[in-house]
């Protein structure tokens, strides 16, 4: 879009930006949503592989839902997911999530204590 201002011709500025900088799931997984505000096209570039996006390219605004699928590693795991447009800076989105956390024998698992 082109606006023109007192016989100036100013083009419109495009922008790509997220309503958050960090996400953080539970070990168990799930779903939260990040809303995307932009005016051009974009799409994801990167994202950890424990991550799926419900779109992974579009045009102007829209809400993605960011699933996290279960974590059963004992240790915390972290990624990037990475959006980038034509012609603005990228957005890069910081996750985390949780470790599974151990069980000790007997605890709900059924399994007799030592």
Excluded: H, Y
Excluded at 3 to 22: M, N, W, Y
Excluded at 49 to 66: A, K, P
Excluded at 99 to 107: N, T
Aim: charged share 25%; net charge negative.
């Amino acid at each position: 879009m082109v606006t023109q201002l007192a016989g100036t011709v100013v083009p419109e500025v495009k922008t790509l930006t997220a309503d958050v900088s960090s996400q953080a799931f539970e070990a168990k997984g799930e779903a939260k949503t990040i809303k995307i505000a932009s005016n051009t096209t974009w799409s994801d570039t990167g994202k950890p592989e424990w991550c799926l996006l419900s779109e992974s390219s579009g045009s102007g605004s829209r809400d993605i839902t960011v699933t996290a699928n279960e974590n059963t590693r004992t240790e915390d795991r972290s990624g990037q997911i990475v959006i980038e447009g034509d012609g603005v800076s990228k957005v890069v989105i910081d996750v985390t999530q949780k470790a599974k956390e151990l069980q000790e024998p007997g605890s709900d698992d059924n399994t007799p204590p030592a």
